[in-house]
């Protein structure tokens, strides 16, 4: 692959959609060809998928289904966007990829982890992030902003189905993206979140600057 790829991860709240959104632009204006996508999600068949996902009507759902919906949702961004992207040397940026995968349905569902990177590799065809930026914060923290946000943009405040689990899940959620970077800490760059949006996003640029120049 000629592109980087980049992707965001961290729980509820934590500004990655942001923060995606803000570097995709900066990287633009500095003269990068840029490619920005989001999971689940990023295509018309993966939004189709994420409707069904984050719906809370959808409260039945099970682990399995959700697990087998998130990974067709991967797999057709891979295919439609990602890999392309990359193929035409452009700088890819995802809002979530394998990671959460990891996090949510290991962690938060209990699924054995070698399964879920199997999955992983087939919805992927074996493209794996260059560089992947965690953003950490309390879990009550992040929750809060998330129901804030739901409360100004469809009046409940009560969130999505994800962010309708209880506290203990996403406390595993967290615990799981911190073990997960202590694992691959050449990939992972673990960023606590203590400021405002602007500061984040200083210290974002700064990270991915660097990791640019020492790509080549």
């Given at each position: 692959m000629k592109g980087t790829f980049i992707t965001f991860e961290g729980g509820e709240g934590?500004?990655?959609?942001?923060?995606?959104?803000?570097?995709a632009a900066h990287l633009?204006?500095?003269g990068y060809e840029v490619l920005a996508t989001r999971e689940p999600g990023g295509t018309e068949i993966?939004?189709?998928?994420?409707?069904?996902l984050l719906n809370p009507e959808f409260s039945a759902m099970g682990n399995v289904t959700e697990l087998l919906l998130l990974a067709a949702s991967r797999a057709q961004n891979v295919f439609e966007r990602i890999k392309p992207g990359l193929e035409r040397g452009e700088v890819v940026i995802c809002d979530r990829f394998i990671d959460s995968t990891l996090a949510y349905q290991g962690y938060g569902r209990d699924f054995d982890l070698k399964l879920l990177e199997a999955?992983?590799?087939?919805?992927?065809?074996?493209?794996?992030?260059?560089?992947t930026i965690l953003l950490d914060?309390?879990?009550?923290?992040?929750?809060?902003?998330?129901?804030?946000?739901?409360?100004?943009?469809?009046?409940?405040?009560?969130?999505?189905?994800i962010e309708q689990e209880d506290i203990e899940f996403?406390?595993?959620l967290r615990k799981g993206f911190l073990e997960l970077a202590s694992r691959?800490?050449?990939?992972?760059?673990?960023?606590?979140?203590t400021e405002g949006i602007e500061a984040t996003r200083e210290r974002v640029v700064e990270v991915v600057e660097k990791f640019l120049r020492n790509r080549g």
């Open positions: 934590s500004g990655k959609s942001t923060q995606a959104r803000l570097l633009k204006q500095q993966g939004d189709a998928i994420r409707s069904v999955l992983n590799r087939l919805a992927t065809g074996g493209v794996t992030p260059d560089l914060l309390p879990v009550e923290v992040g929750l809060g902003r998330a129901k804030a946000l739901d409360k100004l943009e469809s009046g409940t405040g009560k969130g999505d189905r996403h406390r595993r691959e800490p050449d990939r992972f760059r673990i960023l606590e979140i």
